[in-house]
């Protein structure tokens, strides 16, 4: 029995892993990237050894993870840790029953405790032509970027609005990319509704104000900014070509490159599969899941709060799993982030494009399933999002429901007049990803 898995090395992992060292405890981290960092630090540690000069464009907030990286590799160096990357885990039971496969081969077998720090994901963003090459995530482009790659040549246009967004437009700037255009979609920036609670933002002051500077530097490179877009589209036959939309009137923008973002969700896959509780927050349009007696949830996998809060998350998971009381200055601090958020998700809400996809509009990728496919089965199965699945098989393709959920629970909603709330995510089960026999044969 291992007697503490933590999943993901992230912002979230990483602090777990160190306070239960700490504590005495000698936790078991895996993850499925080859380095730990998650998608905050993506490869800072391959960019600080390998590509300093890359360095100053991702700035100072992606380079301050550096002492948390750099304890927790020396944690691993010493055996206080023990690390496995490039690992996935497949399983995960309520009472902490896991199986993993990675370089180390494959294993199944029982947790003590468990902390989940398995992040955020980007939202899917259903438009017509979504699907093409030369369109991705705007958080997928950030960490090929950080990943040492690079951008498709041609322009960019940026389709979103948040905090994620603003930054990559000013890291493309500094990567010599810069951003031709940013599209908003109608209804994802509402700063100005938002000023009714600037006494959450205030409870953050100094991330408040990078938002500030993130939103002047944009206005100094004079980057087009088109608001309130509607029918938004990508064009283009073999790839992407440009983008329409109206906003007063029809326009269309050129661009080799179309970067996607209606804000990041849990990672909902492992916590589903382990059937943990799960309460919709229509704050943030998706669902949180709740810790049990065995397995602890830390980061953005409970709900999406940004880095600094994941560090402290991850504290206090492992100091509750250890018996030990939390810091009141975590406390105050963690108190401090929710509020902050408060804030960010009033003025930055996601629009959910589902809700209004077109009839050919792709909503599961893995499967090439289109709107009207669904609105046909509707009016035969009704709203019972696992009899959707079974007939057409939505969320049983590799990614397995991962990018499809969200949509299929506000496209159904929306056509049937009740919420995303009521229809709800098909049931997860283990494999939480898809696994080969040869991996089952050589569990041990």
Known sequence: MIELLIVGAGPAGMSAALEASSLGKTPVVIDNRPEPGGNIYSFLGSNRQHRSQRMKIFGPDYAKGAKLLDAFVEAVSAEKVIYHPNTRLWRLDQDGAFAYDGPMGSRAGQAKSVVLATGAQERPMPLPGWTLPGVMGVGAAQILLKSGGELPSGDI?????GPLPL???????????????????????????????????????????KGIMLLAKRALRRTPVWRKATAISVDGDERATGIKFRSGKEFRIDAENVLLHDGIVPNLNPVRAANLTTDYSEQQKTWHAQSNDVIRLAGDGAGILGADAAVLSGRLAAREICGTTASSADLSAMAKQRSFRKFIDRAYPPVCPATNAAPDTVLCRCEMIRAHQVEQSIATHGTDPNAIKRAL??????????????????????????????????RARNPILPVSFQILAELD
């Open 157 to 161: 246009v940026v389709v979103g609005s």
């Open 393 to 426: 098989r939505v969320g049983m393709g590799p990614c397995q429901g991962r990018m499809c959920g969200h949509s299929l629970a506000d496209f159904v909603g929306s056509k049937t007049q009740t919420t995303s709330e009521a229809v709800g995510l098909p």
């Open 167 to 209: 930054l990559l437009t000013v890291q493309l700037a500094k990567a010599g990319r810069p951003v031709k255009a940013v599209v908003e979609p109608d209804g994802a920036s509402a700063l100005l509704s938002a000023t009714s609670l600037a006494h959450h933002a205030v409870a953050a002051p100094k991330t408040a104000m």
